[in-house]
């Protein structure tokens, strides 16, 4: 059997870079294995034994996925051997944590690898393995202060007065609110400049912390599809454990006892992800309070309305819309491509 | 020695472990392993024995190990440390 680094087809990350017969033959085994094939990843480890592909897997960005072994295979340490191929290929890149997705039966054979369990629910259990979450909570335990805490969590693109809105009314309910920005670069607005504006925007009120969600909500780990704007059972799974992850392993550690989010009357992966969440929080003892939408000109106030209007260049709307910080990022900075979400 | 970027040596395979180590002011040292439990003392006592070998004084070490025996543990770390020493 060859290390997996040695036959790795090579190639940079976009461009046709894995020799077609390789990928065939990948694409049949994890299909063979009750996978669904999805291209897009960035790299694609493969383990062959005399001639035969015996495994694979694949890699985008700090993801694992299409985890396949035949048969003939399975219970050696094939799987030992995969990975390392995968964790190298991580470390090229920059990612020293990794997530995998998994059946929860197939979790104990990532935990002998030194995947730690994130959260199970269902069908699904999500692994991670490297410094992960530890060295998240640790590096944010000098922000963490006792008492009733609540969270918001928002991508914030871009920081709209709707946003601040939910922020004021969320803050005035609790002794410290931890404002939770989505790290996930995948939106219109890059996370530096979302996280600032939050920041900025958010500076008069004294007990409100802005912090980096990392990959622990409502990321390209925990919630893909959520930048897809699809609604199916796939999402839901996502949702839940996105939730779960929040509610086990995110609101302890900041002592939040409740979650604040705007109402959604528009988009029907938010309303369900609110309506998931109420229920999802309520099992671990927690509150969530859904905060009615501030409206301006009879309209609801949402960042698509923003875009809209960013869209059309219609800063006298925008001046209704967004506060002053975002209102001067968007009139100083060329504006982004808004083909996106 | 001193560690002047990122390096990483070893695998995951059963009785085998991976090492990655990057530069940092001190020195830290940051261990998982399946027999945690059991061996994190000897498998410490086995990293700074190697650190003190190769004068190693700085630098964050972190090891991910499936049951590896001493050699094998010297062994990865000092090849992770000579790739970050650039030698």
Known sequence: MSHPDSNRPQGPAGHAPFD????????????????????????????????RLVACGARSGYVLKMLAIAPSHQGTDT?????????????????????VFTLPQNAASFQALNFRMLVAHG?????????????????????????RNGAVVINGNPFTLGHLHLVEVAAGQVDRLYLFVVREDRSVFPFEARFR??????????????????????????????????????????????????AQRIA???????????????CPTTAAYNRMMAAVLGEHGLEMVEVPRIEADGLPISATRVRAAIRSGDFSTLEHLVPPATLAYLRSEPLPKMEDT | MRIRCKASAGTMQSSDLMVVVEPAETLRVDVESTVKKQYEHLIRAQISATL???EVT????????RGALDYAIAARVETAIRRAAKE
């Open chain 1, 123 to 147: 069908d699904a259990a999500l692994l991670e393995y490297g410094p992960g979450l530890p060295a998240y909570l640790a590096a944010q335990s000098g922000l963490i202060t006792p008492g």
């Open chain 1, 197 to 246: 504006l939050a920041r900025e925007a958010t500076a008069g009120l004294g007990n409100v912390t802005v912090l980096d969600t990392s990959r622990y909500a409502v990321s390209a780990g925990t919630f893909p599809s959520y930048f897809l704007k699809r609604l199916d059972a796939l999402a839901e799974a996502q949702m839940q454990i996105d939730l779960r992850l929040f």
């Open chain 2, 58 to 65: 700085a630098g964050h070490i972190k090891i991910s190990d």
């Open chain 2, 52 to 54: 003190e070998q190769l």
């Open chain 1, 79 to 99: 799987l030992g051997e995969l990975v390392t191929g995968l964790i190298q290929s991580g470390l090229r890149a920059g990612h020293e944590t990794l997530f």
């Open chain 1, 20 to 51: 077609q017969p390789a990928l065939g033959e990948a694409r049949a085994l994890i299909e063979s294995c009750g996978l669904r094939f999805e291209p897009g990843f960035d790299d694609l480890a493969v383990i062959y034994d005399q001639g």
């Open chain 1, 252 to 266: 302890p550690c900041f002592h939040v006892a409740a979650r604040f989010a705007g109402q959604e009357p528009l």
